[in-house]
């Protein structure tokens, strides 16, 4: 039997409450991982001892009469890039064992501070290189709505764990579609805030000028309950957005319906090359828009076409200059060698998977002397383009829609020897990314075999608020967001085939 699905926001309020202790939410999601995991494999270690005692600790300053955080004993599970103080952080890799954090992530301290109990990190593909969790080193995760299924993508753990009820939100990150897409595929919602709205100060950096951390959650008022907790300036990230660049919610988006709200739909992310189930569900929740009391309009974003190559230019340079520190000197595992050069070309060589050299490789082959202004230059400035593209598209639209996939989740194994087939995955997401705007998925039906297809709504720079209100009056007035969360919930041991390999810690 699985358990009835309980949002953050209902978990926060019980034990704020007294309804609920902090102590019997923890138990009950470390049993339902412990039902799930066989399964699903979301998890590369359960934090157990950190949750019940970070559970008592509420437990007692409630009975104290001391007040209790927004996210008072709600469970939550962050992505294996982010460190936290005294735990193992893989990143998905063999490469940084046996690699123990020696401090937080900043927003894994906001979350400990907001009250919430953190239960584990969840399975990634390595470094955040993928978009099916298929390149983790320590084994897939299986998607809960289908586990013979791929749950997406980089953060597939992440939403692996949400959607099979072992906790209510989870932490991810998203480079080119991280948590977008894994939301999509597992049946939850997901959001990429701005770039530089939560700081990525102890992220296990991929691209630092694409690199966000988001969240996943089975709807977007808990989403909002998770960036109101872990937003802000940090001084430890030049990056994070200063007070006032971040625009609170504006009176332009509705309170209580959609009346008024500009939505557009650019026909480049919405036509060529995706799948004809999935363009039917973004149309039908166009037409739910409307008749909530938007307009809807077609749109161009010429640019967008130009988005993979960008992307994955962009993406792996940086990933070859990021990637450069993992040397055999300073973290992790080290391979001999008889001399330094070759130390560290054979820690890297057996520590990197197979799809990290590919694009460490690719990266530094984009930056080499004399072709840096033709590749990484040229990329910039596309980069550029398509910023000023969003810029003028948002004058006239709150907010532009497209499916976040191009396809629903497939079979696991099935695109492993195509790379470029799996890049072409990406490319209704990584825009947002190239662009810095926040984007949200949001569940909207599913095929006919029941495969869970998402809707991705982006807005403006710093817009994240309004996003949110759309998503949330979405949810309101229409049950996809349940109705996915309710095939999701019975993965009890329901696997054939073989097992995924176990967690390793
Ligand atoms: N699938 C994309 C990639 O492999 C996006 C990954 C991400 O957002 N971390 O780069």
Redesign the pocket.
Known sequence: MSPEPIDAATIAADVQSGRRTARAVAEASLARIATTEPAIHAFLGVTADRALAAADAIDDRRANGEPLGPLAGVPIAWKDNLVCAGEIATAGSRLLEPFRAPYSATVLERLEAAGAVLIGRTNL?EF????TTENSAFGPTRNPVDPTLVPG??SGGSAAAVAALDCPLAIG??????VRQPAAFCGVTGIKPTYGRVSRYGLIA?ASSLDCVGAIARNAADLRLWLRAVEGPDPADATSLRRGEAKPETADVPRDDLTGLRVGLPWQLNGPGIDEEVSAAVRTAATELERLGATVEECSLAAVAHAVPTYYLV?TAEASSNLARYDGVRYGQRRDGRRLEAMMAATRSHGFGHEVQLRVLLGTFALRAGYHEELYGRATRIRDLLRREFETAFASYDVLLSPTSPVPPFPLGSRLDDPLAMYLC?ALTVPANLAGIPALSLPCGSTATGRPIGLQCMAAHGNDDALLRVGELFQRQTDHHRRTADLAGDVDGAVDGNPPEAPTA
């Open positions: 593909d955040g290189m993928g978009s993508g980089s990150t998203d480079t080119g579609g991280s991929y993406a990406d």
